[in-house]
């Protein structure tokens, strides 16, 4: 039973330009909902976070909206750079314990 | 942010062994750390929630004789794999808690059981 779904396995985006990562949840007990990017044989990286009484955080270039009505949240990355390449999975927290969706390939151009 | 350490970062033992592998924070106390596992192309699973002074917690179908886990201190937190077997063999990450929904990570441990 997959709570936390990203069902792009890769995306594949032109340097400058917007990443769009998309993830999908079931469980409506979720109560924060976080990004992070991973490289293989390292641990997560946090990108960035939104609570689920918000739609949509903002942190440089990276912007999170969450739609509690479709169990829906994105990341989109503007500019996108190469160094955004990496595994970046979605994860969401009901009591401080975190489920994470399968990850999906980033991959930026130059 | 905060630094999670982990060792060793690598660890190749025989079937039948046990190995313990330790997570710490090294610059803030983590009463809750968590200790995850991840097959190769696949998510993070959580295994288990540390709590410094109780008994670990446990996910559904993770056994707890095989999966010990120790949090004898607010910095320091084990799990040992009694018994490895090579079906045992994957990365595990701890991460500690830092407030309520802010985790941070350790760089992970890969074990080889041969």
């Known amino acids: 039973d997959q709570q936390v779904k990203q069902n792009s396995p890769s995306l594949s985006v032109q340097e400058g330009r917007i990443s769009i990562l998309n993830c999908d949840y079931t469980n409506s007990m979720f109560d924060y909902f976080l990004w992070y990017k991973k490289y293989p044989a390292e641990g997560p990286t946090f990108l960035i976070s939104i609570s689920s009484i918000k739609d949509k955080n903002e942190d440089g270039r990276f912007t999170v909206f969450l739609n509690k009505s479709a169990k829906h949240l994105s990341l989109h990355i503007v500019p996108s750079q190469p160094g955004d390449s990496a595994v970046c999975f979605c994860a969401a927290s009901v009591y401080g314990k975190l489920t994470f969706g399968q990850g999906t390939i980033l991959t930026v151009h130059p | 942010g905060a630094v999670v350490s982990q060792h060793p970062s690598r660890v190749i033992c025989k079937s039948g062994t046990s190995v313990k592998i330790e997570c710490r924070s090294l610059d803030f106390q983590a009463t809750t750390m968590f200790w995850y596992r991840q097959f190769p192309k696949k998510s993070l699973m959580l295994m288990a929630t540390s709590n410094e002074g109780s008994k670990a917690t446990y996910e559904q179908g993770v056994e707890k004789d095989k999966f010990l886990i120790n949090h004898a201190s607010l910095t320091l937190s084990t799990l040992t794999v009694t018994s490895a077997h090579p079906e045992d063999s994957s990365f595990y990450i701890c991460?500690?808690?830092?407030?309520?929904?802010?985790?941070?990570f350790g760089p992970g441990t890969r074990l080889t059981v041969t």
């Open positions: 991460s500690a808690r830092y407030t309520s929904y802010e985790q941070y």
